[in-house]
């Protein structure tokens, strides 16, 4: 079966469990932010598992299944966990739901992550608009032969982070009073945290903030036309940055201490995204 037949096949699934409806935008939720996939209206679960050709998540924090319904007067479908290179998925598999997606035509993706923070004038718990990223891993989930039915073999990654969208939700953060920072998200295979002389590497190379997620998704979506924004939730000071070892459950915890905000500028986003 070729990449376009099991895409078909999953779209098809996901379509008829959700009756057919027109979905405006495509989240995916990051590492303990899956909590706003709750306040859809007439929400429909699908686990990952019952969808054809779907990869499993396996990282704390992600539930693995797909809510679809109503925020703010627009359909959306949220994602409830990711797949990860370090999880031992492909590439190819990290980014099939985002093939999918356009498969099934929603023009609109919308990125969240939970990162470490390298801009040592922010602070663990700022929400950061990724306004470009930085990948130095080798691996390409476009690697291999290219499904022409996406997009083109070779294309341009020059304005993968929609401007119009960023400037969009830059206005909504400030009509609700959230202070939103803009900036470059450089992307590491995990799943170790990096050491504190990548982390200066980073600086120097200009980023902001670095995680183990988005940047592959952002690729596929660029790829395949889809216009992407990407907020990051800064959960902690990277490495070599704050004193006490990294940890996951900090991650989760910040996430947790930071919903409410997020979940506000979220909404906003999506109700103004047009």
């Known amino acids: 079966m070729t990449l376009i037949e099991k895409l078909k096949e999953s779209s098809a699934f ?10 405006d935008i495509a989240i995916v939720l990051g590492s303990g932010l899956g909590d706003l996939a709750n306040e859809l209206e007439d929400a429909l679960t699908i686990d990952y598992k019952d969808i054809p050709h779907f990869p499993v998540s396996t990282v704390p924090g992600h539930k693995g299944r797909l809510v679809i319904g109503n925020l703010d007067g627009r359909r959306v479908l949220c994602m409830q966990g990711r797949f990860h290179f370090y999880e031992g998925w492909s590439m190819q598999e990290c ?9 099934m035509e929603i023009g609109k993706l919308f990125l969240t992550n939970a990162a470490g923070c390298v801009n040592t004038t922010w602070h663990a718990g700022d929400l950061m608009l990724i306004s470009d990223h930085i990948k130095l891993a080798l691996e390409s989930p476009l ?22 969208a960023r400037a969009s939700a830059m206005a909504a953060a400030d009509k609700i009073g959230i202070c939103l920072r803009e900036g470059v998200y450089m992307y590491f295979t995990g799943p170790q945290f990096e050491t504190p002389a990548e982390i200066r590497a980073a600086r120097v190379l200009g980023a902001d903030a670095v995680g ?18 990407g907020i990051s939730c800064l959960t902690n000071m990277a490495a070599g940055i704050q004193k006490q ?16 905000s997020f979940s506000a500028l979220v909404r906003e986003i999506v109700r103004t995204w047009k």
């Open 245 to 260: 070892k990294l940890n996951h459950q900090e991650v989760l915890e910040t996430g947790e201490r930071v919903k409410a």
């Open 212 to 229: 183990m997620s988005t940047v592959p998704e952002a690729i596929a979506a660029s790829h395949a036309g889809l216009e992407t924004l």
């Open 95 to 103: 980014v099939y739901p985002i093939q999918v997606f356009s498969v």
């Open 143 to 164: 690697r291999g032969t290219n499904a022409e039915e996406l997009g083109p073999r070779f294309f341009d990654m020059s304005s993968v982070w929609s401007a119009s």
């Open 14 to 23: 996901i379509r008829n469990r959700s009756g057919n409806e027109k979905t």
